[in-house]
């Protein structure tokens, strides 16, 4: 559970991002809305979640340089990392299943604010799990992953991300993929920390990102 200091740093992060893309955020607002009409579906009408995944998204542009969904980080699957721009091609079938898509960006046309709310909590409950964190080290194995896509929730740059606001220090993260090293590569450049990977005996990766 996060801590009083880490809701601060939150909420420091939602103003900043809104201030760095504020422009970018009225261009997506547009498809957004435009993509919602032609679908008969509606947009999250909480205005402070509908912000943050419009933030998250040009978060995901500056780092990947494509549209990437706001809660998964490229697979290194090109065909599956095809199907993760958003919005994506599982949207429909979460909406069938769910009400919403994934990200609770999305929703069925006749979808109340109590259903949208409902599903905000759900999602947030999912991306705030008790992390393997032990000390300054971050193992990201073993989440549960999303039966549509296979891949894991929350995945190891959305585990960085809260734990960068709960760890003092340099971070130690275990993850399993090359590719998950290359993207927290991108994310240490973005957030200007210092860093370095080793394989290890095991097969598994460590990197260090380090608070300069
Ligand atoms: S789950 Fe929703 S927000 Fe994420 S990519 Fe798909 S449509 Fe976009």
Redesign the pocket.
């Known amino acids: 559970m996060a801590g009083l200091g880490a809701t601060i740093k939150m909420y420091r992060d939602f103003v900043r991002g809104w201030w760095k893309y504020r422009k970018r955020l009225q261009h997506d607002d547009a498809w957004i809305r435009k993509y919602a009409a032609a679908k008969g579906l509606r947009v999250n009408p909480h205005r402070m979640f509908y912000t943050n995944?419009k933030i998250w998204?040009e978060e995901n542009r500056d780092l990947y340089g494509r549209q990437q969904?706001?809660?998964?980080e490229p697979s290194g699957d090109p065909e599956l990392d095809r199907k993760?721009?958003?919005?994506?091609k599982?949207?429909e079938a979460?909406i069938q299943a769910h009400g919403t898509?994934?990200?609770?960006?999305?929703g069925r046309g006749d979808l109340d604010d109590r259903g949208f709310a409902l599903a905000e909590k759900n999602l947030q409950r999912e991306y705030r799990p008790k992390l393997n964190l032990s000390g300054n080290r971050l193992d990201t194995r073993g989440m549960p992953k999303d039966p549509r896509r296979g891949l894991p929730v929350p995945d190891a740059t959305h585990q960085v991300k809260q734990a960068l606001n709960m760890v003092k220090g340099d971070l130690v993260v275990i993850v399993e993929t090359e590719h998950a090293v290359e993207n927290l590569k991108r994310l240490a450049h973005a957030r200007g920390l210092g860093f370095s990977s080793q394989l290890t005996s095991q097969g598994i990766y460590e990197v260090t990102l380090q608070r300069t």
Do not use: E, G
């Not at 993760?84 to 994506?88: A, E, T, V, Y």
């Not at 898509?101 to 999305?106: D, M």
């Open positions: 995944l998204i969904c706001p809660c998964f993760l721009l958003c919005p994506c599982f949207a979460d898509c994934h990200c609770v960006l999305f």
